[in-house]
């Protein structure tokens, strides 16, 4: 199977409950890591969907494969992510904005930033992109790693 296909066909057998656990889910995402290893992951998914296609199901697929690629696939795959969502393209925003398992942009307060500027100029993403950035201030509060300099806005 193409990437493209193998992509369609991941996406063809999500549903909002599901997790990735089917032998099936397996055996596809297993074929599409092996087929895309030195590819970008994220553009490829980006190219075998349409304006139809759910954004949660694109984030999901990204949030499986973060824990079933390479770590230079991965850093190849943020950095991705990160430029989706300072584009001007919605459908790139959409799908960036649906991934829920890792943040993006290393510095949160590029990340607040960031988000706010979508908050603006998309209404519609404003909840989401407020939901992130409180996610990741917990985050930072329980892990300790708030030094008093950045906040949320």
Avoid at 14 to 24: H, K, L, V
Avoid at 47 to 63: F, Q
Avoid at 128 to 149: A, F, H, Q, V
Wanted: proline share 4%.
């Amino acid at each position: 199977m193409t990437a493209n296909t193998l992509v369609q066909e991941l996406l063809k057998i999500m549903t909002p409950s599901s997790e990735f656990g089917s032998d099936r889910e397996w055996e596809l995402t297993l074929s599409f890591v092996s087929e895309c290893r030195d590819q970008n992951f994220a553009e490829i998914i980006y190219a075998a969907t349409d304006s139809s296609t759910e954004p949660w199901k694109v984030g999901s697929l990204i949030d499986h494969l973060v824990w079933n690629i390479p770590d230079v696939a991965l850093s190849q795959m943020m950095s991705t992510l990160e430029l989706w969502l300072t584009s001007d393209e919605r459908r790139r925003v959409s799908y960036a904005l649906a991934v829920e398992y890792v943040f993006p942009f290393s510095n949160p307060e590029e990340m607040s930033n960031v988000m706010l500027d979508i908050g603006i100029k998309w209404p519609e993403f404003g909840a989401r992109c407020d939901e992130l950035i409180d996610r990741r201030l917990r985050t930072l509060l329980n892990k300790g790693e708030m030094d008093g300099t950045w906040s949320r806005n």
